[in-house]
């Protein structure tokens, strides 16, 4: 096959669009996938000037200026991507340059690659990032990040932000009974009536599946709150229609605080939700002021930082590890270290202590004591069983900054005799808010040493596809949430769907949590996720039982 049937096969054989220059011969290669992209004829000829003239308007100086600081670097390779013709197509314009000894271009081998419809995903997933999928109100993180900008502006002597914390009562009776897509549409009705109230000072988002935030960032008056709460009522005391054209009634629970000097969004809304606390326990549908008699729970923090400070001296606290296996084929992959807290009698959740543990900066010593232990556990694993997995250690925000961190984790694996390629390090979105190039640098810094790094909860509030190129990671975890209802919500199962294919994309590993049926295991296992996790396969286990399971495997 002579050279000009091989550039023929290959650029038949291509999914890209491919421009060609020889500036010495002056030879240009066109490939018709580029003539059909940019709508030029079957023999036309194609100049630079003529695909500039094809750019959307408002790209043109985008790729101008990419162009101009590119060719002034000498730069070999560089992309720009830009919109073309109408605007509503996407290109990626990746170039190859090669210079001659004085400096100028020999040749320029130009490819372009249609990504609209990675780009419309992107904007998808960047917008879930925010706001909740099935209601369009803020999710938790950015009402959070809304609601402290706002506190943070107003001067405390002037500030009035009210929040409401409403849950709508008896919802999973209602789902029960209704069914989980006619439960849905309750929430989405729901919704759009507390969406009548908002404004550029009221804000709602969508905490858990029943469970709203409303906050007044300047209220007018003392009772605003209390005046939103009355209309609430009256409005639900009509029937929701729902598509079937049944009806249901609900009822709400509603918590109100007010902002007293100091507090940050989180303590807010705390208190608020501690008063809707009180109201279910009162017998539900009313509302309750957050006060003075409400405080137990924060009398409780105080006596639980307590109890932290000396956990790991007390040795009160113990490692639980779930197991994840490859999805096709259930091969055991590795295994998450969770940490778990028995101060007394009874083993306190980690949803209840961590926060206080990262507030008091208790988290590095407690998270340097779950490093060596997972490490020594795992080690005996790996020797006693010739077990090539991997251990999964979650880090926290706080232990990332510690300037000793790195070294620790380093230490630790070189005591027990582990490879870097054993360990994975496991973060949550949240890690980037703080300070983001810290983090990244932290990060890098691991994975150039050949630790593996993973995502935690993605989809959850902070991150998305756009930072997911710039961050070091390898493996990235979709949310429990998602997986809870990947099979009765439509758009939770589209967007995990392009989550998993653009993550591939990426080259990254994924891993499905909390994964409860067959169903969902079929699905994930349909839609090419890599990894799963959950009670379906395996609930998390003591010491003792992971080499109970190990000594089965290796038989």
């Not at 938790?140 to 402290?148: E, G, P, Q, S, Y």
Request: hydrophobic share 40%; proline share 2%; charged share 30%.
């Amino acid at each position: 096959m002579d050279d000009k049937n091989i550039y023929n096969f290959i650029a038949e054989s291509s999914a890209d669009g491919f421009r060609y220059v020889n500036y010495e011969t002056g030879q240009v290669l066109c490939t018709p996938k580029l003539r059909l992209m940019f709508g030029f004829l079957e023999d036309e000829e194609i100049s630079e000037e003529d695909i500039f003239s094809r750019i959307y308007e408002e790209d043109k100086s985008k790729y101008i200026n990419k162009i101009l600081k590119s060719e002034k670097n000498k730069d070999t390779e560089y992309s720009v991507s830009y919109r073309i013709l109408d605007g509503n197509q996407w290109v990626l314009h990746k170039v190859n340059v090669r210079y001659n000894e004085e400096g100028e271009i020999a040749e320029k081998c130009v490819f372009f690659q249609d990504v609209t419809e990675l780009r419309q995903k992107q904007i998808e997933l960047e917008y879930m990032a925010f706001f909740d999928g099935k209601t369009g109100l803020f999710n938790r993180n950015h009402f959070i990040k809304r609601l402290n900008h706002a506190i943070e502006k107003i001067p405390d002597e002037n500030n009035k932000v009210q929040v409401l914390y409403m849950d709508i009562d008896n919802f999973n009776m209602i789902n029960d009974s209704i069914g989980f897509e006619m439960a849905d549409e309750v929430i989405v009705h729901f919704s759009g009536i507390l969406n009548s109230y908002a404004t550029h000072e009221v804000k709602i988002g969508r905490f858990n599946n029943d469970e709203f935030v409303m906050a007044l960032f300047n209220a007018k008056t003392d009772d605003a709150a209390f005046d939103i709460y009355e209309d609430l009522v009256k409005k639900l005391e009509q029937p929701i229609i729902l598509s079937d054209n049944s009806e249901v009634y609900i009822s709400i629970s509603v918590g109100i605080a007010f902002y007293s000097e100091g507090m940050d969004a989180n303590e807010l809304v705390k208190c608020a939700d501690i008063a809707m606390f009180n109201v279910k326990q009162r017998g539900k549908n009313g509302m309750k002021v957050f006060s003075g008699d409400m405080l137990n729970s924060f009398n409780k923090n105080v006596q639980m930082e307590h109890q932290l400070k000396n956990g790991v001296i007390e040795n009160t606290f113990f490692l639980n590890y779930q197991p994840q296996y490859e999805a096709n084929g259930k091969e055991l992959r590795g295994f998450e270290a969770l940490i778990r807290w028995k101060p007394d009698d009874v083993v306190i959740s980690p949803v209840d202590f961590i926060p206080v543990a990262e507030k008091t900066g208790y988290i590095v010593s407690i998270g340097n004591w779950v490093i060596d232990k997972a490490f020594e556990d795992f080690a005996e694993w790996k020797n006693r069983y010739n077990y090539n997995g991997v251990i999964s250690i979650n880090i926290s925000a706080v232990q990332l900054r510690d300037k000793d961190f790195v070294d620790n984790v380093v230490s630790g694996m070189k005591k027990y005799n582990l490879e870097p390629s054993d360990i994975e390090i496991e973060i949550t979105e949240s890690v980037f808010m703080e300070d983001y190039e810290e983090a990244i640098e932290v990060l890098k810094k691991l994975k150039a040493n050949g630790y593996k790094i993973s995502l935690d909860d993605f989809g959850t509030g902070y991150s998305s596809l756009s930072y997911l190129k710039d961050m070091p990671i390898d493996t990235l975890k979709i949310d429990k949430s998602f997986v809870d209802t990947i099979l009765t919500d439509e758009s939770t199962g589209i967007i995990t769907d392009s989550v998993v294919a653009m993550v591939k994309k990426l080259g990254l590993e994924t891993i499905a949590e909390g994964v409860e049926t067959e169903e969902q295991y079929e699905y994930l296992k349909k839609i090419n996720c890599d990894n799963i996790q959950g009670y379906l396969l395996g609930k998390p286990m003591d010491r003792e039982q992971i080499i109970e399971l190990l000594e089965v495997a290796n038989k």
